[in-house]
């Protein structure tokens, strides 16, 4: 596997489904992104990881939780999601140098999500 | 707040046709832009950064310049598999990327 790679790349789940989205990087990165992309809107930023520890949460509902357990890999929790929640998931991951903010970000290909 | 605008918000060309894209943006503290290309159902894919105004880069039929206040991605003779949305974002003062909406490119033969 090379570059940043997502699973599932699509998932339909109900309202009260519990179902966890992932992502690995093959990039030796140590900075970790979600993002998600709706119809018609910016990608928004939900949730960055920087070695392993949460350093930003954008005003996200509790109902998506993430974790990263290590550099390389991330998941996204999620849990009584709304159908407002549908949208493309984009994990992605850069090279975050000492002294510098985050450099160029490499983005998986996204998990579209479905909520009924 | 800062903001990033993209316009237009879809352009179409005929192969050949060359044209710009424009990304105006408004940040505290411009750390760096960067343009993108995503195809329909895919991840982004990173294209070009710029840091400072007057700088430019080039790849194959594309080409990134930045002022102060805008950014433009200028498209040479153009080609169908040029069809994509193409995206502008800013690199904050404190690291965060805010992208604009995209501008949906398509290319006819």
């Known amino acids: 596997e090379t570059g940043v790679t997502q699973t599932p790349r699509h998932l339909v789940m109900g309202m009260t489904n519990k179902k966890s989205l992932k992502c690995e990087q093959h990039l030796g990165h140590n900075a970790m992104y979600w993002y998600k992309q709706s119809a018609k809107k910016p990608l928004e930023l939900m949730f960055v990881?920087?070695?392993?520890?949460?350093?930003e949460n954008n005003s996200v509902p509790s109902r998506f939780s993430p974790e990263c357990p290590n550099s390389s890999h991330l998941f996204l929790h999620l849990h009584t999601l709304q159908p407002e929640d549908s949208a493309l998931y984009l994990c992605?991951?850069?090279?975050?140098?000492?002294?510098?903010?985050?450099?160029?970000?490499?983005f998986g290909p996204g998990t579209r999500l479905t909520v009924l | 707040e800062d903001q990033v605008t993209q316009s237009p918000e879809a352009l179409r060309l005929q192969e050949g046709e060359s044209s710009s894209l424009n990304c105006s943006y408004t940040?505290?503290?411009?750390?760096?832009l960067f343009w993108y290309r995503q195809d329909p159902g895919k991840g982004p894919e990173f294209l070009f950064t710029l840091y400072s105004a007057g700088e430019e880069k080039e790849k194959e039929r594309l080409k990134a310049t930045l002022t102060k206040k805008e950014s433009f991605l200028h498209i040479t003779a153009p080609k169908p598999e040029d069809s994509a949305t193409y995206l502008c974002?800013?690199?904050?003062?404190?690291?965060?990327?805010?992208f604009g909406q995209g501008t949906i490119l398509t290319v006819h033969p």
């Open positions: 974002a800013v690199k904050e003062s404190y690291g965060k990327l805010t």
């Open positions: 990881y920087s070695l392993e520890e949460r350093v």
């Open positions: 992605a991951s850069s090279q975050e140098i000492a002294g510098r903010s985050y450099n160029e970000q490499f």
């Open positions: 940040v505290s503290g411009l750390r760096g």
